[in-house]
């Protein structure tokens, strides 16, 4: 069955830092999320992409973070300077999109957990 | 701004039981509710969904329900298994936004323990 898939499992960086995190969609899913759980709270929406551009965006989602489809098969979210605050697993979901019918089930990703030191 | 809140937090009961999860959201608006499952240290695994048209869905031993009026959904899980024991969460699509783009907002979670 085809599934998200996330790269990398775990990533460790210091403060400051750039990071990336990957996602490989489910081939035929055309709108990409990324969300995030921090250690012991929600998982909260950060961002939605569709055709090339961002849908919607939530207040977490400042200028530190940008998204993008580099290839046509990855989809990326990028820190540009990581806080210490950016600790959290980050999820990537996807939704099935055929001909003019949108289906709304979004399947998950495992996960990239991001430790920020 | 929609709230998504899950009772109890925790629940353990013994294998064979039936239970049932609470979520209740303040928005009834809401378009659809997804229930999922979060095992330790992994990913969310879609159990249901039920679109704003739909009062219930089921797949095998899991019934979920939707009552937007009171802005309520259960998850019904029969004849518990030890392989049953995760955290669930539920998560309400709040607003339609036209480009098929649906933001979800979760509860917290339940986390529900089955003993043998």
């Known amino acids: 069955e085809p599934e998200v898939t996330q790269t990398p499992s775990h990533q460790v960086t210091q403060m400051g830092q750039e990071v990336i995190l990957r996602c490989v969609p489910i081939?035929?899913?055309?709108?990409f999320y990324w969300y995030r759980q921090i250690l012991g709270q929600k998982v909260e929406f950060l961002v939605s992409?569709?055709?090339?551009?961002?849908?919607?965006k939530s207040e977490i989602f400042d200028d530190q973070f940008s998204v993008e489809r580099p290839d046509g098969s990855n989809f990326t979210l990028k820190i540009r300077s990581t806080k210490l605050e950016d600790s959290a697993m980050y999820f990537c979901?996807?939704?099935?999109?055929?001909?003019?019918?949108?289906?709304?089930?979004?399947?998950f990703g495992p996960g990239t957990r991001l430790t920020v030191l | 701004k929609q709230e998504v809140t899950q009772i109890p937090a925790a629940l353990s009961v013994p294998e064979g039981e039936n239970l049932v999860l609470n979520c209740s959201f303040t928005d009834s608006a809401i378009y659809n509710l997804q229930w999922f499952r979060q095992d330790p240290g992994k990913g969310l695994t879609s159990l249901l969904l039920?679109?704003?048209?739909?009062r219930e869905q089921t797949s095998g031993r899991l019934n979920a329900s939707l009552d937007k009026s009171s802005g309520r959904s259960t998850l019904y899980i029969a004849a518990s298994q030890p392989g049953d024991s995760a955290t669930y969460l539920c998560?309400?699509?709040?607003?339609?936004?036209?480009?098929?783009?649906?933001?979800?907002?979760f509860g917290k979670g339940t986390k529900l323990s089955v003993i043998p």
């Open positions: 998560a309400g699509e709040t607003a339609y936004s036209g480009a098929g783009s649906y933001q979800l907002t």
């Open positions: 081939s035929n899913h055309l709108y």
């Open positions: 039920i679109q704003s048209s739909q």
């Open positions: 979901a996807t939704n099935r999109h055929e001909g003019s019918i949108s289906y709304n089930e979004q399947f």
């Open positions: 992409f569709y055709n090339n551009e961002i849908s919607e």
